[in-house]
C-alpha cells in the first residue's frame, strides 16, 4: 500500500506542478493515466513525462488488491483535502466504513446478486469498501450520484482502479434518478437545509414553510429507490429525531419501513460533539421482509478497543440469530 500511495502521490505532485492544477484534480489525472497505461496529459516537459514514466513503471509489479487501492487512494485524498477542504468534501472514516461493510455483509448473508446505490457518493470511499468486503463469489454492482463534478471524478478514478462495476452520475440526487430501484443503499447523509424549494415540493418530507432538510429528502428518495425487502444503511446525525420536522419523519419511516438497528459511533472519533454520527438500518417493507423481534440498539465503543469491539461483534451476531 505503501509502495502504490508513494507511485500516486509523486506522480500527482509532478502534473500539479506541469499543469498548475490543484493536487486533487492533478489525483484524477494520475489515476486515469494509471488506469489507461498511458500518460493522457499533452504538452509535458521531457523531464515530467521521465519521472511519471518512472512512477508508473513501478506498478505492475504487483497485482494490487481493490482495498490496498483503497486505503493507497484515500491517504492521497486526505492530503488533497488538506489544501482547502469544503464541507461536502470531507470522507466517511475509514473504521466507520469498514463497519458498515461487516453489518451490511451480515444483513445480505446468502444472497450472491446485490446492487448497491450511494446518493451521495462523494469520493466512492464508502461505497468500495463495502464492494472491497464483500464475501468470496458475491457479484456486486452500484450506482452512485455525485452533484460535485470533482468528487465524482474522484470516485471514477477510484472504482476504475479497484475495477468495481459501478455507474456514477454526476446530477442532483434529489431530482429524478434514471436508475432501477436497487438491492441496497448505503449513504453518509448530506446534513443541511436544501436550497432548491421547488424540487422538494416533490417530496413527503418536504417542510412546511421555508427550506427543506436535505437528509430527511435524501432517506425519502434512498426508500423511493430501494427495492421492496431491501435494506437501507445511513449515517445519520445524532440530532436526526429531535427538529422540528422529525414527527413527520417519524410517520414516514413507519410508513415505509421496519426499524432494523440504530448504533451509535463513538463520540470521540468527532472533533465536535454535535457532529456526532449514528449508523440507522432499515428496512423497506414487502412480501419478505418482516420486522425485527428487537431493534438493534447500541452504543459502540471505540474502535481502537480490541476487546470491547469483540465483545460488540458477539453480541450483533446473537442479534442475527434470533432476528434474521
Given at each position: 500500500?505503501?509502495?502504490?500511495?508513494?507511485?500516486?502521490?509523486?506522480?500527482?505532485?509532478?502534473?500539479?506542478?506541469?499543469?498548475?492544477?490543484?493536487?486533487?484534480?492533478?489525483?484524477?489525472?494520475?489515476?486515469?493515466?494509471?488506469?489507461?497505461?498511458?500518460?493522457?496529459?499533452?504538452?509535458?516537459?521531457?523531464?515530467?513525462?521521465?519521472?511519471?514514466?518512472?512512477?508508473?513503471?513501478?506498478?505492475?509489479?504487483?497485482?494490487?488488491?481493490?482495498?490496498?487501492?483503497?486505503?493507497?487512494?484515500?491517504?492521497?485524498?486526505?492530503?488533497?483535502?488538506?489544501?482547502?477542504?469544503?464541507?461536502?468534501?470531507?470522507?466517511?472514516?475509514?473504521?466507520?466504513?469498514?463497519?458498515?461493510?461487516?453489518?451490511?455483509?451480515?444483513?445480505?448473508?446468502?444472497?450472491?446478486?446485490?446492487?448497491?446505490?450511494?446518493?451521495?457518493?462523494?469520493?466512492?470511499?464508502?461505497?468500495?469498501a463495502i464492494f472491497?468486503?464483500?464475501?468470496?463469489?458475491?457479484?456486486?454492482?452500484?450506482?452512485?450520484?455525485?452533484?460535485?463534478?470533482?468528487?465524482?471524478?474522484?470516485?471514477?478514478?477510484?472504482?476504475?482502479?479497484?475495477?468495481?462495476?459501478?455507474?456514477?452520475?454526476?446530477?442532483?440526487?434529489?431530482?429524478?434518478?434514471?436508475?432501477?430501484?436497487?438491492?441496497?443503499?448505503?449513504?453518509?447523509?448530506?446534513?443541511?437545509?436544501?436550497?432548491?424549494?421547488?424540487?422538494?415540493?416533490?417530496?413527503?418530507?418536504?417542510?412546511?414553510?421555508?427550506?427543506?432538510?436535505?437528509?430527511?429528502?435524501?432517506?425519502?428518495?434512498?426508500?423511493?429507490?430501494?427495492?421492496?425487502?431491501?435494506?437501507?444503511?445511513?449515517?445519520?446525525?445524532?440530532?436526526?429525531?429531535?427538529?422540528?420536522?422529525?414527527?413527520?419523519?417519524?410517520?414516514?419511516?413507519?410508513?415505509?419501513?421496519?426499524?432494523?438497528?440504530?448504533?451509535?459511533?463513538?463520540?470521540?472519533?468527532?472533533?465536535?460533539?454535535?457532529?456526532?454520527?449514528?449508523?440507522?438500518?432499515?428496512?423497506?417493507?414487502g412480501t419478505n421482509?418482516?420486522?425485527?423481534?428487537?431493534?438493534?440498539?447500541?452504543?459502540?465503543?471505540?474502535?481502537?478497543?480490541?476487546?470491547?469491539?469483540?465483545?460488540?461483534?458477539?453480541?450483533?451476531?446473537?442479534?442475527?440469530?434470533?432476528?434474521?
Amino acid at each position: 500500500m505503501e509502495t502504490l500511495f508513494s507511485i500516486l502521490d509523486e506522480s500527482a505532485i509532478v502534473l500539479r506542478k506541469e499543469l498548475d492544477i490543484t493536487y486533487l484534480e492533478a489525483l484524477v489525472e494520475t489515476g486515469d493515466n494509471v488506469f489507461e497505461g498511458t500518460i493522457l496529459q499533452e504538452g509535458l516537459r521531457d523531464s515530467a513525462i521521465e519521472r511519471l514514466n518512472r512512477e508508473y513503471g513501478k506498478f505492475p509489479d504487483k497485482q494490487y488488491k481493490g482495498e490496498e487501492i483503497r486505503k493507497a487512494f484515500q491517504l492521497c485524498l486526505l492530503k488533497g483535502m488538506k489544501e482547502g477542504v469544503q464541507a461536502n468534501h470531507e470522507m466517511t472514516p475509514d473504521a466507520v466504513g469498514l463497519f458498515c461493510s461487516y453489518l451490511f455483509h451480515k444483513f445480505f448473508e446468502g444472497q450472491n446478486e446485490i446492487s448497491v446505490l450511494d446518493p451521495a457518493v462523494g469520493t466512492g470511499n464508502l461505497l468500495t469498501a463495502i464492494f472491497n468486503n464483500s464475501p468470496e463469489g458475491t457479484n456486486m454492482s452500484g450506482y452512485g450520484v455525485e452533484v460535485d463534478d470533482l468528487l465524482l471524478r474522484l470516485a471514477f478514478v477510484n472504482a476504475n482502479l479497484q475495477k468495481h462495476s459501478i455507474e456514477l452520475f454526476n446530477q442532483d440526487a434529489l431530482a429524478s434518478l434514471y436508475i432501477d430501484p436497487a438491492d441496497a443503499v448505503v449513504c453518509d447523509l448530506p446534513v443541511g437545509y436544501y436550497p432548491n424549494e421547488i424540487q422538494a415540493n416533490d417530496y413527503v418530507l418536504k417542510a412546511e414553510t421555508g427550506m427543506s432538510y436535505a437528509h430527511h429528502l435524501f432517506i425519502e428518495q434512498s426508500v423511493k429507490y430501494t427495492k421492496e425487502g431491501g435494506y437501507l444503511f445511513f449515517l445519520i446525525p445524532n440530532f436526526l429525531f429531535e427538529s422540528e420536522q422529525a414527527p413527520k419523519l417519524n410517520t414516514f419511516l413507519k410508513e415505509q419501513c421496519y426499524i432494523q438497528g440504530l448504533l451509535q459511533l463513538p463520540v470521540s472519533m468527532f472533533k465536535n460533539e454535535k457532529n456526532a454520527k449514528s449508523i440507522f438500518v432499515l428496512q423497506k417493507k414487502g412480501t419478505n421482509a418482516a420486522a425485527p423481534k428487537q431493534v438493534m440498539l447500541a452504543e459502540l465503543p471505540k474502535f481502537s478497543n480490541v476487546q470491547a469491539m469483540e465483545g460488540m461483534m458477539a453480541q450483533i451476531g446473537q442479534w442475527f440469530e434470533e432476528n434474521k
